[in-house]
């Protein structure tokens, strides 16, 4: 197989800076494509909680030029991603990362400089490999934030020797953020003028650095099937549909995968006790210890959890409109999230409302969110559109059956119940809204106490499937050697 240098850029990384799935994927993926051979390095902001003491510093200062603004100097340190001789780099720039959030302030307003930041880390990404004498065949950008070193490649770059064998990829992790900002940042991207126009980095009179990703990556790709259909729709491209499908064939959808070093019931370091599909007796005794440390009653009564953004991508506002009618039922709900500010009010009310039967907590708390994906029955995840979405896998692999909303790669990934067989791995419904989900919940929540066996055995059946990035990482593989073909045979 022929080694590649790929460099992923991205706005964060597990474990070292997380506000979802995106670092779920940038911690992962790189591990298993070096383990196919090819040497990746990851590149990222040092944010002000990445402890610098356990870095290596790099040498020498990096100089980024930021058109108008002029060069800029920044540190670079070093590391590497656990479990892996993965290289990642961060780029130190204590006026634009040293803040204790990555995009926003804690009213949930983007940063006013959120443009320059980005613009900053897509460039340092280029002079990066410069620096380092690292030349590589794949450039590959996750999302908006770094969607601007696709740009890079082929103005600024395009002549130059360094990466003259060099070819982009873009994934689209979620196309509701697209890096929209004032007309006024072409003069910090410094590609010229000209590239702003409707057919590449303007939209609506302003610079939309996602499009200019779309436009200028060599291939593009999807964080599932589902959804590499869904946003050359108006319902889910967000005003760049159109762009998409002049793009559409070089977009690939490639399902994520879950790291099993991180997420496996049999061996996560968060969890007090351990099971597998033979044995379920640990994830009994983890419920007990769930309800205990949510400080709900220790019953035996189908536990339902929910760990997300709480925005409305999530449904969020379905399920607060909901939630009276769904404790009506015997059940206990857990709630771990952090979102739209008035998610935090709202489910504190409804904490005191029913005690016995509603716990949440309001933060970010990863070794918690494993607990709660161990000791629960069921995890809703009602989301109104997902590009892919982690937790209806990790919880299928935890045993815990996935209620969703059939959208993206919920679609994709949860296989229905059908109680005639009891084929399935999960409950889906399709229209969003109060009804159908408290229909649905209705409908597991019988399930679970009415037809066991049938509950049993698609624990069983989700906990044996296969969500290895193994499959996925192979799949990027493919990606890479075609958009190397077409940047070669100049059909870019
Ligand atoms: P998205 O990236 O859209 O938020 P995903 O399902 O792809 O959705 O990934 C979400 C990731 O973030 C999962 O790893 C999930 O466990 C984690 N997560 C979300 N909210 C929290 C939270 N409040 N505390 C801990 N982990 C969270
Ligand atoms: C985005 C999407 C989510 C996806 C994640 C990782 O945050 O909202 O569906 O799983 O990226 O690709």
Redesign the pocket.
Known sequence: MEKLNILFAASECHPFA?????A?VLGALPKYLRELGHDVRVVMPRYYGIDRTKLQKLPAPLGVPMGIIGEMWCGVYEGRLPDSDVPIYFVDYELFYGRESLYSDESGIGFIDNDNRFVFLSRAAMQLCKALNFRPHILHTHDWHTSAANLFLTTIYANDEHFARCASVLTI??MQYQGEFYSGLMNVLDVGWEHFNFREVEMDDRVNLLKAGITHATMISAVSPRYSQEILTPEFGYGLEATMRTRANDLWGIL?GVDTLEWNPKTDRHLSAHYDADDLSGKAKLKRALQKEMGLPRRDVPLIAV???LVR??GVDVIAESIHDLLKMDIQIVL???GEVWTHFYFGDIMRLYPKRFACRI????P??HRIEAGADLFLMPSRF??????QM?SQLYGTLPIVHGAGGLEDSVQSYDEKTGEGTGFKFYGLNAKNLVNTVGWAVHTWYNRKDHFQAMQKRAMNLDYGWERSAKTYDLLYKEALRRAKKGLF
């Open positions: 997380k506000t979802g799935g995106l779920d992790h979620n994520n760990v997300s953004r991508q999530k771990l999230g952090s933060g970010f708390d990863a918690l969110s997902e590009p892919c979405g982690l937790n990790y």
